[in-house]
T-cell receptor
Framework: DARVTQTPRHKVTEMGQEVTMRCQPILGHNTVFWYRQTMMQGLELLAYFRNRAPLDDSGMPKDRFSAEMPDATLATLKIQPSEPRDSAVYFC??????????FGPGTRLTVT | DQQVKQNSPSLSVQEGRISILNCDYTNSMFDYFLWYKKYPAEGPTFLISISSIKDKNEDGRFTVFLNKSAKHLSLHIVPSQPGDSAVYFCAASVAEKLVFGKGTKLTVNP
């Protein structure tokens, strides 16, 4: 049963610290998405990649967020420095198209 | 400015009855609509979708209706089951992106 995996599942950190979230997409999927879920905004697209190339990262605060795919089995989302307003659940999803996205279980980030 | 709105944060129905979840959108360029279901501590899972050229799509107990003139989408679940209790997200696609609503929490009471 192929699944998207995300680590860590929970992260508590202090303001100003660097946070790295990792995602392993389903093998064979060529598109990877990063979303953020908050009570206020719901699910927002932060960035997405196709064949490891970033296609759109317009949803990310550029000054502190960065997303990469070092290889086809790993996608990372980094926040440096982290701020309390970054507290949210971050989801990674992979698929073969925009309309076929399989979500991971999410990383719940709390920045104090 | 939210392009996809789910105005009801929550909905409660009795088992066996119909659940109707609603979604309104503002962007007439949306060409495809999807519903996702999310259980606590899990990621959203795809439920059903509809192209903008159709007005109805059915899959078992789930039917999605699209009214383009009203820019309105609805998901019908008949009959509702306790296992359907979850948060339902409406999403719409444009320019290689999915735009999600904030979700509606459905509770199906036994």
């Amino acid at each position: 049963d192929a699944r998207v995996t995300q680590t860590p599942r929970h992260k508590v950190t202090e303001m100003g610290q660097e946070v790295t979230m990792r995602c392993q997409p389903i093998l064979g999927h060529n598109t990877v998405f990063w979303y953020r879920q908050t009570m206020m905004q719901g699910l927002e697209l932060l960035a997405y990649f196709r064949n490891r190339a970033p296609l759109d990262d317009s949803g990310m605060p550029k000054d502190r967020f960065s997303a990469e795919m070092p290889d086809a089995t790993l996608a990372t989302l980094k926040i440096q420095p982290s701020e309390p307003r970054d507290s949210a659940v971050y989801f990674c999803a992979s698929g073969l198209s925009l309309y076929e996205q399989y979500f991971g279980p999410g990383t719940r980030l709390t920045v104090t | 400015d939210q392009q996809v709105k789910q105005n009801s944060p929550s909905l409660s129905v009795q088992e066996g009855r119909i659940s109707i979840l609603n979604c309104d959108y503002t962007n007439s360029m949306f060409d495809y609509f999807l519903w996702y279901k999310k259980y606590p501590a899990e990621g959203p899972t795809f439920l059903i979708s509809i192209s903008s050229i159709k007005d109805k799509n059915e899959d078992g107990r789930f039917t999605v209706f699209l009214n383009k003139s009203a820019k309105h989408l609805s998901l019908h679940i008949v009959p509702s089951q306790p296992g359907d209790s979850a948060v339902y997200f409406c999403a719409a696609s444009v320019a290689e992106k999915l735009v999600f609503g904030k979700g509606t929490k459905l509770t199906v009471n036994p």
